[in-house]
């Protein structure tokens, strides 16, 4: 199976609430990223936590790392339309060309 | 959008024609990634160059040929594909500039349809 896998497949939520996906993963990696996509749309970077770091945040976004469970979660709070997307985790095992994308989750924010 | 375009972005081909998709990226990046999205699937990754050299090649079928001109084109050349090659394929491109926080800038896609 592959590398990253997100849970769940597909969240709804109502506007204002918080959203958390998560991801998990089989082997050692160098850094583990966080991307959206619009549907049918090209993918944007969010945000990248490193294997030696536990936290991150960005706005409204906020991932954690847990390298001893293979585990990262992202929490995006106060969720606005705006914010129906995919999202994706990519773990990095190389030198930046060893990508590898889970299914991803589907994320609805209703008004 | 992001710096990285594609074209064309809608193409139907049927199994016997040849057609290629372009990608071009403004970043001044060294690496260029192709990526197939089936529905439902995960996000493939096709082949992977690095410095214009081919390094990754993910036993793509040989109907699927890559070209890598210069660090800022990249080109998937089609032929005799089948209807199960219908997808979206994304073109992406990095900075490789450390191994260790190197993310990735992806194009809007070509939504193919084959026939």
């Known amino acids: 199976s592959q590398q990253g896998e997100e849970d769940p497949q597909a969240l709804s939520i109502q506007e204002g609430e918080n959203a958390t996906m998560n991801c998990s993963y089989k082997?050692?990696?160098?850094?583990l990223q966080w991307y959206r996509q619009n549907s049918g749309r090209g993918l944007v970077h969010l945000i990248l936590i490193r294997s030696n770091e536990r936290e991150k945040h960005s706005g409204r976004l906020r991932v954690t790392l847990d390298t001893s469970k293979k585990s990262s979660s992202l929490l995006i709070t106060a969720s606005r339309a705006a914010d129906t997307a995919s999202y994706f985790c990519?773990?990095?095992?190389?030198?930046?060309?060893?990508?590898?994308f889970g299914p991803g989750t589907r994320l609805s924010v209703l008004p | 959008e992001t710096g990285v375009t594609q074209t064309p972005r809608h193409l139907v081909m049927g199994m016997t024609n040849k057609k290629s998709l372009k990608c071009e990226q403004h970043?001044?990046?060294?690496?260029m990634y192709w990526y197939k999205q089936s529905a439902k699937k995960p996000l493939e990754l096709m082949f992977v160059y690095s410095l214009e050299e081919r390094v990754e090649n993910n036993s793509v079928p040989s109907r699927f040929s890559p070209e890598c001109p210069n660090s800022s084109h990249l080109f998937l050349h089609l032929h005799t594909l089948q209807p199960e090659d219908s997808a979206l394929y994304l073109c992406a491109s990095s900075p490789l500039t450390s191994v260790d926080t190197d993310t990735q800038y992806f194009g809007p896609g070509t939504r193919l349809t084959v026939l």
């Open positions: 990519a773990t990095d095992t190389g030198y930046g060309q060893n990508f590898v």
């Open positions: 970043l001044g990046h060294n690496a």
């Open positions: 082997t050692s990696i160098n850094n």
